[in-house]
Every structure is written in C-alpha cells, then in structure tokens.
C-alpha cells in the first residue's frame, strides 16, 4: 500500500451504483468479440471505467432534487432564466444561448462567423472544435508553446498560448481570422491549465486587431483552480473571482455542460454582441430548439444553474484535483511513465515508454487498452496512432502522431481514493512485466475518426 496520504472525499454516498466484477476469462472473450476496441464493450463489463470525463459526473442531491423542479413550458420557462442568471453571474457576458452540448454550441457559432477563407487560432483546438471549423473548409490553427508537446517539460502552465506565434500569424493572415479561441484546461495537450498572464496577452492581441476573442471554456473552473494554486499574486483570490477575472478579457464562450456544470447532458454560448447573438439564436432555432431551452428540457437547465455553483465550491475542487495528481503520485511509485505534469482531469499514460518492446505501427498505446482491460476490467483511452494516425495510401505504411498516450480521465465525484489505487496497481503490474503484452494491428478501420469503430488482432 502507497505512503501517500489519499485526498479524503468531501461528500458521502447516499446512492449507490453496484459495479459487476468479471473473470479475467470472460474479459479476455469479451475483448476479442469486441475487436480490441474498447470502444465496443458492453459498459455494464467494465469495472473503472477512465474512458472519459464528459457527461460522466455523480450529481448531487441538489441537482436531483432541481430536476424535480425543472419548468417545461416552451417559452419563458422559469428554469431557463435561473440557468442564465448562473452563467451570466459567473461568465459575466450578456447573451446566454442553451445548446444540448458543447460541440452544438460550436457548430451554431461557426455557423454565424466563418466564411470560406476563414482560419481559427488557438492554443490546441478540441477535435470537435477543429472538426466544426473544417467542415466549413476554414482552418484550424494551434499556436500553443513547444512545450505543450514536452512530456517532461514539468511547467505550471503548458497550455499558455505562443503569443508571438499569435502575431505573427494574425499579422500574415489580415482579414480572414474572424475569432481566436482558447481552450482552457487544454484538453487535447494533456490537460494543462493557462496562466491569467497569457490569457490577458492574448486579449490585448486580439483587441488591438479588433478580433473577438472567446473560450472554450469545458473546463474554466478546473483552470481556475490552477491559476489559484500555481500563479503569483491569486493566491487568496477565490477561484469565482478568477473564473470572472478570466472571462473578463475575451467576447463570449462556448461551454460542454457535461465538464465543469457536473450534468450529464448540456452546453452553451455565451457572448456580448447582440448582432452575432441574434445570427446565433437563428441558427439555435433551426438547429437546436428556442432559445430558451437550446435542445434540452427544463430540468436540465436547472442541474446545469445548481452544477455551475458546485463547481466553484473549493473543497470540491480541492478535492478533484489531488485526486487526479493522487493517481500521477501512485503511477511514480509504480514506474509507469506519464505526461508531466498531471493534467487538471486526467493524467496521460506514455504508452511507448511503458512498452518498448512494441514498435509504433503496432500500436503500443492502443495495446495498452486491452492489456488494462483484460487484466483488471479498467477502460481506458488511447490518444496515439490508433486516434491520430493514418496509412500513407502511396507507402501502406502507418504515420504516427509525435505522442502515444493512453488517457486516464477522471470522472467528477463517481470513484473514490481506493480507486484510483487499484487503477495505479494494474498499470504498475503491467510495468513490471511490459513484456507480456503484444502489439496490435489493424483489421478493418473507417476512413474519419476511425479509433471509434476500427478492429483490431493481437501480433504474436
Ligand atoms: C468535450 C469538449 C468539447 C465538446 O463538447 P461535447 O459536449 O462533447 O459536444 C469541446 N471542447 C473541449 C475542450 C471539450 O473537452
């Protein structure tokens, strides 16, 4: 057992979702029917299931008891005016648009403001960001610091966007960048929170050229946190005041719900132009539902005001974030290399220094999956050449992105300290013998976003 003192849980259980243990024998069938793809497993046949964080919180009595109370008239409702005035009393923007989730309120906002040519900075764009701004033939560009691709570079804030780089590119790009975003914590680069220092550069940078600047804001109270916690002078600032500290410097947000509003269905924009507010609500209307309800009944929004205060609670938060750097703790103990430091909701394994002996076409990362599943009933995710990868069509050979991670993410309030201990003593067993574990390769893949439906076979 680690010396390491667990982070105590901040609530008690008053419900409980009993977990079905399986036999290693049943996981081994179950994965081979499955096509070593996690993806395709029965989810009442996983034990820890780390697959993801979204849409995956516990909400609390509070939150159960508002659904109860959720208003369903089609207009005026009373529950959506209790949702705008949660998101207007901590986001501080005007126009508050319900979506049913954050890539919604995306698709709605790019609708109203990119034109063919357009191209969208950000520090790492979300895939469903980057997807949303190409579909539209735009360009998405990610401008955050070299050592947001460091695994070792053990920095406060890796998600901090390259500001020169931001100049520069705004400088070659005159007339065809209508909004820069910000995705904070930054998802796709491990999780890493940005500084109030770099957001209020990128602010001025964007103001002097008179270009909105909004967030992506799925996780602004975990960033807060960070911010609180890592850079001088906030220290005794509430995590509330520099969550509006924050959104003070930029024009409006987009919002996954299913992150920091702790529900398990929700998102919206938030803005201050009415113009643009107007062309979003027609896209709202014709895509999603009347403004005030977005896609979603009125219970929701009433979970999502009740979530948004939750949140910012600090010994919630306190006790989210020594959970996630509780298990990076116990994976030093046990040997299992991972990205530095650990990220606000996840930490993200290093598949390819845990498995040596497997060579990247075959998959390391994704052949961690199916080791920590068949051993131990885990469900994890892989981030590397199965997700990112593709086969050059001219050579048939596989094109490997730089990282090959496999992402532990922590759902909001769900499991316990003991948990994350027996996440930490699977991988740690499967340090000690890397060896057993075999590589993969492809058998049957899609041509987008092919991790989600590809099969694979084992190579013996
Ligand atoms: C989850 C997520 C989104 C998309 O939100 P959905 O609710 O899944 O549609 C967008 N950006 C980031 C950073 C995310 O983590």
């Known amino acids: 057992m680690s010396m390491i003192p667990p982070p105590v849980e901040p609530f008690r259980i008053k419900m409980v979702e009993p977990l079905g243990r399986t036999t290693r024998r049943e996981r081994d069938k179950l994965i081979r029917a499955a096509g070593f793809n996690v993806f395709n497993l029965p989810a009442e046949k996983v034990f820890i299931d780390l697959l993801t964080d979204s849409g995956t919180s516990a909400m609390s009595d509070r939150q159960w008891a508002g659904i109860m109370m959720g208003d369903e008239s089609y207009a005026g409702a009373r529950s959506f005016f209790r949702f705008e005035k949660a998101v207007r009393d901590i986001f501080g923007f005007a126009h508050v648009i319900p979506t049913h989730q954050g890539r919604a309120a995306e698709r709605i906002l790019f609708e109203s403001v990119l034109g063919r040519n357009s191209a969208v900075p950000s520090n790492i764009h979300f895939d469903t960001t980057r997807a949303n701004i190409e579909v539209r033939n735009a360009k998405a560009v990610d401008l955050a610091g070299a050592a947001a691709y460091d695994p070792d570079a053990d920095l406060p804030f890796k998600g901090d966007m390259d500001t020169a780089k931001l100049e520069s590119f705004l400088d070659r790009s005159a007339g065809r960048v209508p909004i820069v975003m910000m995705t904070v914590t930054n998802n796709s680069g491990g999780g890493q929170p940005v500084s109030l220092a770099n957001i209020r550069k990128v602010s001025a940078v964007c103001r002097l050229r008179k270009i909105p600047f909004f967030f992506d804001a799925c996780r602004f109270a975990e960033n807060a946190w960070f911010i609180k916690r890592r850079e001088k002078s906030y220290g005794s600032w509430t995590v509330r005041d520099i969550a509006r500290k924050m959104f003070s410097y930029a024009d409006g947000a987009t919002m996954s719900a299913k992150k920091d509003a702790l529900v398990n269905i929700g998102g919206f924009v938030t803005l201050n132009d009415s113009d643009l507010a107007a062309r979003i609500k027609n896209m709202l209307i014709i895509g999603e539902g009347f403004p005030t309800y977005?896609?979603?009944?009125?219970?929701?929004?009433?979970?999502?005001?009740?979530?948004?205060?939750?949140?910012?609670?600090?010994?919630?938060?306190?006790?989210?974030?020594?959970?996630?750097?509780?298990?990076?703790?116990?994976?030093?103990?046990a040997g299992v290399p991972y990205f530095k430091p650990a990220g606000g909701h996840a930490v993200y394994v290093l598949a390819d220094r845990l498995l040596p002996h497997i060579p990247r076409d075959r998959f390391p990362g994704w052949a961690l999956t199916v080791a920590l599943y068949r051993e131990s009933g885990i469900r994890a995710v892989e981030i590397g050449g199965g997700m990112f990868g593709r086969k050059n069509p001219r050579t048939g050979r596989e094109e490997v992105p730089d990282l090959e991670l496999v992402r532990l993410a922590i759902p909001r309030r769900v499991y316990t300290a003991s948990h994350m201990v027996f996440v930490a003593q699977a991988l740690g067993a499967i340090a000690r013998k890397p060896e057993r574990v075999k590589g993969v390769r492809i058998v049957e893949e899609s041509r987008f976003l092919r991790h989600f439906t590809a099969r694979f076979e084992e190579i013996d």
């Open 294 to 333: 977005g896609g979603l009944a009125g219970r929701d929004l009433e979970a999502m005001a009740q979530g948004l205060q939750e949140v910012l609670d600090e010994s919630y938060l306190e006790h989210r974030m020594r959970q996630v750097a509780y298990l990076g703790n116990l994976l030093d103990e």
